[in-house]
């Protein structure tokens, strides 16, 4: 073989070699493009699910306070009525009320409550999501301990919501 040969065959194995690196570098930028656009995807995911629970959070702080003033306003007025028998209707007041039509004004903030709460642990894997976010419990389903309660649990809403918002 002449060197001219040895030459070109040198010069041919260069450029296999070359090509072979160049297809290896490809590969590997369309895997990493690849893993980019899964993870945007992802995060997208993510931004939409956590959009939702804010706005879960919203509608159920707006609902709490309709509530509350609701209750209020039957206070004020059951009070103003009955001034002669205040204590009576004070004593009602902080009963439990067993109606069965009253019952959704004190469950559902509470179930609606904890379903926000689970749905911020699956999707949003906070660290200390109980230091963060105690469990509030209300003891009492009468008037006065549910007035007093949900602008309590609306100060957590909010401090989640606000939370919730620094992730998007």
């Known amino acids: 073989m002449t060197d001219n040969e040895k030459s070109k065959d040198k010069r041919l194995e260069e450029k296999e070699k070359l090509e072979a690196e160049i297809t290896r570098s490809?590969?590997?930028?369309?895997?990493?493009?690849?893993?980019?656009?899964?993870?945007?995807?992802?995060?997208?995911?993510?931004?939409?699910?956590?959009?939702?629970?804010i706005d879960r959070i919203t509608l159920n702080m707006a609902t709490n306070i309709a509530i509350v003033n609701g209750l209020d306003a039957v206070i004020k007025t059951s009070k103003e009525k009955h001034k002669d028998r205040e204590k009576e209707v004070e004593a009602i007041l902080s009963q439990e009320l067993d109606d069965e039509n009253l019952k959704p004004y004190f469950t559902a903030p509470i179930e609606n409550y904890e379903s926000i709460r689970l749905d911020i642990q699956r999707n949003c894997e906070i660290k200390d999501f109980d230091k963060l976010f105690p469990r509030l419990q209300n003891k009492s389903k009468s008037p006065n301990a549910i007035t007093s309660f949900l602008?309590?649990?609306?100060?957590?809403?909010?401090?989640m919501q606000l939370y919730l918002k620094r992730m998007l």
């Open 26 to 53: 490809l590969s590997v930028a369309k895997m990493k493009e690849t893993h980019k656009q899964i993870e945007d995807i992802e995060k997208s995911r993510k931004k939409t699910t956590v959009q939702s629970i």
């Open 151 to 159: 602008p309590i649990l609306n100060f957590q809403l909010a401090d």
